[in-house]
């Protein structure tokens, strides 16, 4: 069986979940019990990554380099990761700072047909002899030859790996197998796999990336993360463990770690309701859940119907403002319709009086 490589980011990824203000206590007593757990790699920072705090997605309470300073501090066993989108993370700023603070291991992501945008923040990461992976996002949206032509790139950029974002848990089991098996035959690198529970398959597709040849999955505790959460850690711990891989993770510890993540980090288990699952079909970014539920809310319209026009318009991550106009389309048509039904009720009446 294989040997798994397990990153946890459940203080980034989870940080989406609490609009982004995890405190220094909690960043510390998680990180320490995920080291306990001996859990590959910790990814700490904004839920979007460095450089990524402002008003346009939301203000993180710490900054980047205060997170991962204060984890890097409890990591005495595991490595310490950073995650970073170019156009918020610059290099000069934001990777400087991380390397300063002791990230051992980078990732930077791009939309999944826009792999381009990483060769200046991969390279010049390898050139700092960092471990560094390239991220694919949203990939249920490229077909698996595009996604190959993608991943090649990153490798030639210097990636070590490269990372299968079902950013929307979009992904049916079949669909992401074939893709993970074409990557791994497409690509001299490590292929991975980060999954999203809107369709309540994060565990299992995982399982699948694995049987098609992917040696690195990700996990937060108890799903900690936007809208319907992420693969849950301490199940696919435990189910990868019953399968016979080898994670090297403590699984009582790694339970320990979700029971503390569940009553200090996470206000509100992530769960898959009916906007979640919407959300899931229409393809949209799951980091969207809170704006879109909001947004509709105060426009008096269905969130469900925002996600389906967002998933037509095909919207990725950073369009926000794009929901805004959305939720508006949504409300004027519903109020031509209404004024519309109300012509003809007026008509109907006046032609059953003459």
């Given amino acids: 069986m294989a040997q798994i490589l397990i990153s946890d980011p459940t203080l980034r990824d989870g940080n989406h979940a609490v ?17 306990a757990a001996r859990v590959a790699i910790v990814e700490v920072g904004h839920g979007n990554g460095l450089g990524a705090s402002s008003l346009q997605v939301g203000e993180a309470l710490l900054s980047d380099a205060d997170m991962l300073r204060i984890a890097r501090e409890e990591l005495s066993d595991v490595k310490l990761g950073a995650f970073g989108i170019p156009g918020f993370a610059t290099m000069r700023r934001d990777l400087d700072v991380a390397i300063d603070a002791g990230a051992d291991v980078f990732r930077v992501g791009a939309h999944c047909t826009e792999a381009d945008l990483t060769e200046r923040h991969i390279t010049y990461l390898r050139e700092q002899e960092r471990e560094v992976y390239g991220v694919l996002m949203m ?19 210097g990636a070590q790996g490269v990372i299968v974002m079902d950013s929307a848990g979009a992904f049916l089991t ?8 074409r990557l791994v035959e497409g690509t001299q690198i490590a292929i991975g796999f980060h999954g999203h529970n809107n369709l309540c398959l994060a565990v299992a597709n995982s399982v699948a990336a694995v049987n098609a040849g992917a040696t690195i999955l990700d996990g937060t505790a108890r ?26 993770i403590d699984l009582y510890k790694v339970l320990d770690a979700a029971d503390l993540a569940e009553e200090e980090l996470v206000k509100q288990l992530p769960h898959t309701d009916s906007v979640g699952i919407v959300s899931g079909l229409a393809g949209v970014f799951s980091g969207y859940s809170k704006p879109v539920r909001r947004i509709a ?11 389906f026009a967002l998933g037509r318009r095909e919207v990725i991550a950073g369009q926000e403002d794009v929901i805004l106009e959305v939720a508006m389309a949504l409300r004027d048509a519903v109020e031509d319709q209404r004024i519309e039904q109300q012509d003809d009720e007026i008509r109907e009446a006046e032609e059953a009086r003459s």
């Fill in 297 to 307: 809310r105060d426009f008096g319209v269905d969130p469900r119907d925002v996600f």
């Fill in 139 to 157: 990939c249920h949206m490229a077909t698996p030859d595009r996604l190959v032509e993608e991943a090649r790139k990153m490798e030639s950029y």
């Fill in 174 to 181: 079949h669909d992401l197998q074939d893709r993970i098996a």
């Fill in 19 to 35: 609009q982004h203000r995890l405190n220094e206590e909690q960043i510390r007593r998680y990180a320490a019990a995920a080291n």
């Fill in 223 to 248: 799903g900690f993360g936007a809208g319907a959460g992420n693969t849950e850690l301490e199940v696919l711990v435990a189910v990868l463990a019953e399968l016979g891989h080898d994670t090297g």
